[in-house]
């Protein structure tokens, strides 16, 4: 099995999301394996947000196993939280973003 690993860039916020868009959309195949690597992102906005639910529909219509390489850090924390993905009604977000830690 050959794994994809996806490195979003330290910098990535919506005025360069397009970059991550177009390797996200080449990497997810039907039947493939994509692990995006998040851990360098330094400031994350919403756009990254969206653009990672965006690709996880994309990868689940594809029959594509996508997760992250690790759980997602602490500039990501709060900005889920107010985006709503750490909410207890919806522990599917928290086994993707945290990797089901449920402590974050």
Same mark, same amino acid.
């Given at each position: 099995?050959? =794994?994809?690993?996806?490195?979003?860039?330290?910098n990535?916020?919506?005025?360069? =999301? *397009?970059?991550?868009?177009?390797?996200?959309?080449a990497? =997810?195949?039907?039947g *493939?394996t994509? !692990? @995006?690597? @998040?851990?360098?992102?330094?400031?994350?906005d919403l &756009?990254? =947000?969206q653009?990672?639910?965006?690709? !996880?529909?994309?990868?689940?219509k594809?029959?594509c196993? $996508?997760?992250?390489?690790?759980?997602?850090?602490?500039?990501? !924390?709060?900005l @889920?939280? !107010?985006?709503? $993905?750490t &909410?207890?009604d919806h522990?599917?977000?928290?086994?993707f973003?945290?990797? *089901?830690?449920?402590?974050?």
């Amino acid at each position: 099995m050959s =794994i994809t690993t996806v490195m979003a860039s330290e910098n990535l916020c919506l005025p360069n =999301i *397009g970059v991550l868009a177009e390797e996200l959309t080449a990497a =997810i195949t039907p039947g *493939g394996t994509v !692990r @995006l690597d @998040l851990s360098d992102v330094a400031a994350p906005d919403l &756009s990254v =947000i969206q653009l990672v639910q965006a690709a !996880r529909v994309s990868a689940a219509k594809a029959a594509c196993d $996508f997760a992250l390489t690790a759980p997602a850090g602490d500039p990501f !924390r709060a900005l @889920l939280d !107010r985006a709503g $993905f750490t &909410s207890a009604d919806h522990p599917d977000h928290s086994q993707f973003w945290f990797h *089901g830690d449920t402590s974050q």
